[in-house]
């Protein structure tokens, strides 16, 4: 714990803990989103980043809105009203945050289970007891999140004494992806049910695959469209309005120096951006991640 969580805890905990069953939902988030703390310290934190951004916000609005002659009254209602607001705005942004991190949690798990489907059928294929098929592939990091949360598992039955299933109960509970929550939950029946382990991550691996390879074709076609709405939309575009701005300067009597700014900011600032832009949403929506 900082020592601006500290803080926030000694002063603000008497009056969090009696609200901190309308945030279960928050909790839940905390636990997936690996974030280590605990309830009360987040929505401590929270109220204490409202509370000094309240303080610094309210006369700093407050001289701005006075420097434009509203009267005080008004001036310092719209002071008021505006810092409410604007830390309003941060504490559900603070509730939130986990969310965004269970969502990227979940989004790269999804791209590297294929392969880690291939992988953990592969150490089955030995017929290793579970706990070990687990403790060897928590050795290799290259699956990122997968790998984390093997690595859990095996910290549950070393370190707490947990038995194969309930590590694996505990993982189906705290994982945010869907997909790798589903394969725990069949791999921990499968082992009740005294079924073929190896069988079923192979099936599934395979099932992995194939859905992977529907999403890179969709992504190949979705790839197509985006780069002629770039083409269409910002290459032609930007050549089209430069050939137009010039043709227009000669017939209207517009200043060339004025062109020449519109069409440097263009060239030298607008597309950079757009393409910057374009780039980053490629990036997102590739399956892979790359």
């Not at 805890?9 to 997936?32: A, G, Q």
């Not at 002659?69 to 008004?74: D, Q, S, T």
């Not at 997968?146 to 994982?175: C, P, Q, W």
């Not at 430069?242 to 209207?252: N, Q």
Request: glycine fraction near 4%.
């Amino acid at each position: 714990m900082s020592f601006y969580e500290r803080i926030a805890m000694r002063y603000l905990d008497k009056y969090v803990e009696p609200h901190l069953e309308l945030f279960s939902d928050l909790k839940k988030d905390l636990k997936k989103s690996a974030m280590r703390k605990t309830l009360e310290e987040y929505l401590s934190t929270a109220v204490l980043t409202c509370i000094i951004l309240f303080v610094i916000e309210l006369p700093l609005f407050s001289l701005i809105f006075s420097l434009l002659n509203l009267g005080i009254l008004f001036s310092f209602f719209m002071a008021i009203t505006t810092s409410v607001s604007i830390c309003a705005f941060f504490f559900l942004m603070f509730i939130n945050y986990p969310k965004f991190l269970i969502r990227d949690k979940a989004r790269e798990i999804d791209r590297t289970l294929p392969f880690a489907g291939i992988y953990l059928s592969t150490i089955a294929s030995s017929r290793l007891p579970p706990h070990k098929i687990f403790e060897i592939f928590s050795q290799f990091r290259e699956y990122g999140e997968i790998s984390h949360e093997a690595r859990r598992i095996v910290a549950d039955m070393k370190m707490f004494g947990l038995n194969v299933y309930d590590s694996l109960e505990k993982a189906v509970e705290r994982t945010p992806s869907k997909e790798l929550r589903d394969l725990f939950w069949t791999i921990l029946s499968t082992l009740r049910a005294g079924g073929d382990l190896r069988t079923y991550l192979h099936e599934k691996s395979m099932s992995f695959l194939a859905d992977y390879k529907r999403r890179l074709d969709e992504f190949s076609r979705t790839l197509s469209i985006y780069l002629e709405i770039y083409l269409t939309a910002l290459v032609l575009g930007t050549i089209f309005f430069i050939i137009l701005t010039s043709v227009m300067s000669g017939f209207t009597g517009m200043v060339a120096e004025n062109i020449i700014l519109v069409q440097f900011f263009l060239i030298f600032l607008f597309v950079p951006l757009i393409s910057v832009a374009f780039i980053i949403l490629i990036k997102a929506a590739t399956p892979g991640g790359e």
